[in-house]
Every structure is written in structure tokens, then in C-alpha cells.
């Protein structure tokens, strides 16, 4: 006899395993998938304001949409994207990065249990207009994961792993690069956090873990740290951090 499944499947980072080793017994929550902290937050904080922080951000929606009228259709929404540039939106909403006239990603953020509760984005009824307009909208939310390196030393990082030109003037602030990296395919998006140098990484899920694990060996040498979603959140090194103070996605893929 067989009984129906009464609940939702759990979604599980590509980089599950690793989280959990480097938090230990240090989580802030040990419901979370993606830590908020992985035991120091202050001294994750640090490493933001002063080297460099890596971080994979929360769990993220992703949607692609193709075809010839596939930015129009998204501007028909108000999702008013630039080619090459990402469309950053307040946590809980739809962000859009359009790589070019024929192909946007959309991302939203996707409530992890045991998260704090961020107000929905009604992305369901946004991916149905899109496939009603005639637009080819596949969801990618399990095929690829979203990372965030954050810190004045990231760029002397990136040098070593990227050939195209990521200094300020070359990849403003928002703009979209198609990059080889490590091997890896990646979508960078310089993403700046509060005035500090930041990219945003979209990379294969089979690659996730790969690819941290080469930024974390190559970045000990500019004082890299892994760390959790609340050192790019929240007050300054040295404040006091709780676990509740904001949501993983409000770290900045998104925005």
C-alpha cells in the first residue's frame, strides 16, 4: 500500500555539504541551509569591510526567458531592464538581468524554512503573463546557484581568475559579463554592497561547489572568508547580530 506524500520536497543547496562543515556547531539556526553566520559574525563582517567575503546569498527563483520579445515582455510587467545590466529590486521582489534582447533571467527569492518571512513575489502569475505574451520561460531554479563575493580586495581576487577587464570604468556598477571562470560558465554581475566592491556569480549547479571551493584556496591570500548572509546585512563590525535581524535574500543578488 502505497501513501501519498503530504509535504513539499525540501530544496537543498549545492554547497549543503559545505555549509555544514564550515558552520559546525556554530550555526545561528540549524534550520537554515544558508547560514546567516557561520559562528563569528562579527569577524565575517570584517572580512567584508576589509579583504573579501564569499557568501552563497539564500535560496533564489530563477526563471530564463527567450525568445525575440523576450526584454519587451518583461518591460510590458514594468520589469523596465537594460540589456547587459541587471534590474536590482527591494528583497522579496523580482529581480531582472537581462542579457540581452532575447534572453532575461529572473530572480526572487524563495523562503527556506526557518528563514524570517519576507513578502512574497507573486513570480507565478509574473512567469504566466510572460508564457501567455508567446515568450519561452523555463525554470532554472534547481540547475543553477547564485554566489556573492563581497570586499575591497575582490577585484586582485578575480584578476587572477577572469581575463576581461572588471575595473570600475570597463563593468560599472549593475552590468552583466558572460565569463569563463575556472572552467566554469558564469554570469557576473558587479554588485556592489554599500560602497564596497561586489559581484554577483550565477554558476551551473554541478559546478557550485567547485568553483567556492577555488575562490576560498586562490582568496587566502587576499584574507577571503566564507561567510554568512548577515555580514552583508545589518550594522557595521563590532554591532550586535541576531539571527532574525534580515532574511538571507536581502544580501544582495537580487538588489
Known amino acids: 500500500m502505497t501513501t501519498p506524500m503530504t509535504t513539499a520536497p525540501t530544496r537543498r543547496s549545492a554547497l549543503d555539504a559545505t555549509h555544514r562543515r564550515l558552520t559546525a556547531s556554530g550555526a545561528t539556526d540549524p534550520r537554515l541551509q544558508w547560514p546567516m553566520s557561520y559562528g563569528d559574525p562579527d569577524g565575517e563582517r570584517h572580512a567584508v569591510a576589509e579583504a573579501i567575503g564569499l557568501a552563497e546569498p539564500g535560496l533564489y527563483d530563477k526563471w530564463i526567458v527567450r525568445g525575440p520579445g523576450a526584454l519587451a515582455a518583461c518591460r510590458s510587467m514594468g520589469l523596465d531592464a537594460r540589456p547587459g545590466q541587471v534590474l536590482p529590486a527591494a ?55 547564485v554566489l556573492r563575493l ?57 559546478e557550485a561547489e567547485y568553483l567556492w571551493d577555488v575562490l576560498a584556496h586562490l582568496g587566502e591570500a ?15 563590525p563590532g554591532a550586535p547580530v541576531t539571527s532574525a535581524a534580515e532574511p538571507p535574500a536581502a544580501a544582495g543578488a537580487g538588489r
Open 150 to 206: 563581497v570586499g575591497p580586495r575582490v577585484r586582485d581576487l578575480l584578476e587572477e581568475l577572469v581575463a576581461e577587464d572588471l575595473a570600475p570604468v570597463a563593468l560599472p556598477d549593475q552590468a552583466i559579463r558572460h565569463v569563463p571562470m575556472a572552467a566554469c560558465r558564469v554570469v557576473l554581475s558587479r554588485r556592489d554592497h554599500d560602497g564596497i566592491p561586489g559581484f554577483t556569480l550565477l554558476v551551473a549547479r554541478d
Open 91 to 145: 528583497p522579496g521582489g523580482i529581480s531582472a538581468w537581462a542579457i540581452a534582447d532575447d534572453e532575461v533571467w529572473l530572480l526572487t527569492y524563495g523562503p527556506d524554512p526557518g528563514a524570517p518571512p519576507l513578502p512574497p513575489a507573486n513570480a507565478a502569475a509574473a512567469v504566466a503573463r510572460l508564457r501567455a505574451g508567446g515568450a519561452l520561460v523555463t525554470d532554472v531554479s534547481s540547475g543553477w546557484s
Open 222 to 236: 587576499y584574507g577571503l572568508r566564507p561567510v554568512g548572509a548577515s555580514a552583508l546585512l545589518g550594522p557595521a
